[in-house]
């Protein structure tokens, strides 16, 4: 329901989102309206917008119940009945609507600094949209169902207790390497008893997207994603010159990490549970009790105030179950993200913190997207103008990971301790980037070769996983757990060809770093007025705004790099 700030005006307050009888004539009215004038057109956008609103809202409540309790029969029902029933129905109107908007004479007065970027989006989806293509794209929303479920019911007996996966990771920082080994295969195996069943939901995805590629008239999948994701500033070339830059930049940076990683831990190779223990061998950091997420998000509030008192009173305003779902159990979805609720304006944040140092993160990250929504709604009525490209939303997010990490004292009062979790951040800022340029050439892969067999499917995966290896890690008698490391990553059943944002946003984030270090006023004002944009400008415009270079190639990368491999030899080990 509607916040007593924000009150409907064209959608009955009694509405019932989950029945098309009651949604159908709210469209069709919109449809038979009439728009001969700015100003008429102005009021129908108005209505639009608020009807659109209530109905992103119940879908976004359905989907976070179901990712909180995959395991629940009445969720799970109607959430079905929203991918089902509901959003199929939709699809097919909003095309109309963007037609129609489209097709409207005096749609060319509009003001083009605020409506010119809708304007271009709106035509690229009404050029891709196709009436066959919305029963396929529900039978991959239920597949995605299907692997939620799966990972969900993920758990594992370790040490007397029942645990999901995630709730397993924190026992790869234990400093003893056997139980650390004991707690990885655990993992490894239990992911692969469902190796089969992920290949072969996934390749029905592969078929369904090849098909809805096909219907659209676009040459693969990967054109087809590109349109549909507005990537109108930079095309798959510039993928392939992030990853060049990343493979000649990054990897020599990783290399000598491991090495000195190696030398520490007194090992000739490291193993896959040896990447997340402290390289002194010194136990955990337990940032807060796993068993109490408030205290992560008392903890996280005080380091925004400390950040910007503003900052801090907005983080204040989320509040456990109405905002916040935040630890780990069995039947929950893993992952983390934020999701915008558009009629209340208000974020939920979704995460499965375990008690560890990257649940911090996690937090910080995910506030960032609730801190753009929040700024963004608050000025923007129009529901259609609030969301930025993801390529900025994601600078909004890692810019808190990293700003934050000036005040990680909240969380670790003593200084090795704060030392070491600063030192896992900006660790992770580089090794993290090897993985992107992984996942998003294996997406460009998969979808320019969609008639691959699983076998095929595998030696490219080992191909490219090859090309950015950590080769001071070992695998030897592990080749089936990283033959299929893929299926860990969510967004390739999810969201396909959505992660070299993280690239693209990590550069932008850390340049805004630099910033903040120079002149914290100035830079964040400059992220919070980038943010109240919303999404009325281009991508590169808004990285200008916020004062940044919209770049990914090796002459952004370098200096980058090397801001963050002077803040790692400042650090105490």
């Not at 010159?241 to 493979?247: M, P, R």
């Not at 896959?272 to 337990?286: A, C, I």
């Not at 900025?392 to 990971?401: G, L, Y």
Request: proline share 5%; hydrophobic share 40%; net charge negative.
């Amino acid at each position: 329901m509607p916040t007593a700030t924000y009150t409907r005006a064209f959608v009955p307050g009694d509405l019932d989102a989950s029945d098309w009888g009651q949604l159908e004539p709210m469209y069709r009215s919109l449809l038979d309206r009439p728009i001969d004038s700015i100003e008429a057109l102005g009021q129908w956008l108005a209505d639009f917008s608020e009807l659109s609103s209530v109905v992103s809202e119940y879908g976004s409540r359905k989907n976070i119940d179901s990712a909180c309790h995959t395991d629940d029969a009445q969720i799970e029902k109607a959430f079905l009945h929203y991918v089902e029933h509901v959003a199929p129905k939709i699809k097919p109107m909003y095309f109309q609507m963007q037609k129609k908007l489209l097709s409207a004479p005096c749609h060319t007065e509009l003001d083009s600094e605020r409506f010119g970027v809708l304007v271009r989006e709106w035509k690229a989806a009404v050029e891709l949209f196709r009436e066959e293509n919305v029963p396929l794209q529900t039978e991959v929303a239920k597949l995605n169902n299907e692997y939620d479920k799966t990972i969900g019911a993920m758990t594992v007996e370790f040490d007397g207790q029942t645990l999901t996966l995630q709730q397993l990771s924190r026992y790869l920082e234990e400093p003893d390497r056997d139980r650390r080994e004991k707690a990885w295969r655990l993992s490894a195996e239990r992911r692969l008893v469902d190796r089969e069943k992920f290949d072969g939901v996934f390749d029905q995805m592969l078929g369904l997207r090849k098909r809805m590629a096909a219907n659209a008239g676009v040459s693969d999948y990967r054109a087809y994603m590109w349109k549909a994701m507005d990537r109108f500033d930079y095309t798959p070339e510039h993928c392939h010159d992030f990853a060049d830059a990343v493979e000649r930049v990054c990897l020599p940076v990783v290399d000598r990490l491991d090495a000195q990683r190696c030398a520490s831990l007194g090992l000739e190779k490291l193993r896959p549970w040896d990447l997340g223990v402290d390289v002194k061998n010194r136990g955990p950091l337990r940032p807060f009790d796993r068993d109490a997420p408030q205290e992560l998000v008392d903890k996280a509030a005080e380091v925004f105030r400390r950040v910007d008192p503003g900052l801090g009173a907005d983080f204040s305003t989320m509040k456990m179950g109405r905002n916040l779902d935040l630890e780990s159990r069995k039947g929950k979805r893993a992952g983390g993200f934020q999701s915008s609720l558009q009629e209340s304006r208000e974020p939920f944040i979704f995460m499965n913190a375990a008690g560890l140092d990257t649940d911090v993160r996690t937090m910080l990250h995910e506030a960032g997207h609730a801190f753009h929504f929040i700024w963004a709604a608050a000025e923007e009525p129009l529901m259609f103008l609030r969301h930025a490209p993801m390529e900025f939303c994601e600078v909004a997010s890692m810019s808190m990971e990293l700003i934050g990490a000036d005040h990680y004292g909240v969380f670790y009062p003593d200084d090795a301790d704060k030392a070491r979790a600063v030192r896992g951040l900006f660790e992770g800022v580089i090794t993290i980037l090897p993985w992107i340029a992984t996942i998003d050439s294996f997406q460009h892969w998969l979808y320019t070769n969609p008639d691959h067999t699983t076998g095929q499917r595998t030696e490219a995966w080992l191909r490219i996983l090859n090309r950015f290896q950590r080769s001071h890690v070992d695998w030897s008698g592990l080749e089936d757990a990283r033959a299929s490391m893929w299926q860990k990553q969510l967004h390739l059943f999810h969201v396909p060809f959505y992660y070299i944002e993280y690239g693209i946003a990590q550069l932008g984030a850390l340049q805004l770093w630099l910033a903040y270090r120079n002149d914290p006023v100035k830079a964040l004002s400059a992220y919070r007025e980038a943010l109240r944009v919303g999404g009325k400008r281009p991508l590169p415009e808004l990285f200008e705004a916020a004062g940044l270079r919209f770049d990914f190639t090796e002459a952004t990368l370098t200096p980058l790099m090397a801001a963050v491999g002077e803040e790692l030899e400042r650090l105490p080990e």
